[in-house]
């Protein structure tokens, strides 16, 4: 991640309400050892993002059943622009 701050796995444990408050800036805190990521940190905001995906994620559409709204929805979306 670009924007993502990287610490090294014993750090972050000794150090974690440092990290906390880091993660609400940053939103996402690589954590690593022995130069391999092995988890992250999430803000609470990124985690509230990341959950939404998961949901989308398991949703299943058959473009048959979809209404003229949706379908017009689809068709007027652009990429990279999140829906309100």
Do not use: K, M, P, T
């Given at each position: 991640m670009a924007n993502a701050a990287?610490?090294?796995a014993t750090t972050f444990a000794r150090n974690y309400a440092c990290y906390q408050d880091?993660?609400?800036r940053m939103k996402v805190i690589v954590v690593t050892?022995?130069?391999r990521v092995v988890?992250?940190?999430l803000s609470a905001s990124e985690?509230?993002?990341y959950e939404k995906l998961k949901a989308r994620e398991?949703?299943?559409l058959m473009v048959g059943a979809l209404s003229d709204d949706i379908i017009a929805d689809i068709e007027a979306a652009e990429y990279?622009?999140?829906a309100p």
């Open positions: 990287s610490v090294r880091e993660a609400i050892s022995h130069d988890g992250g940190y985690l509230e993002h398991r949703q299943a990279g622009i999140e």
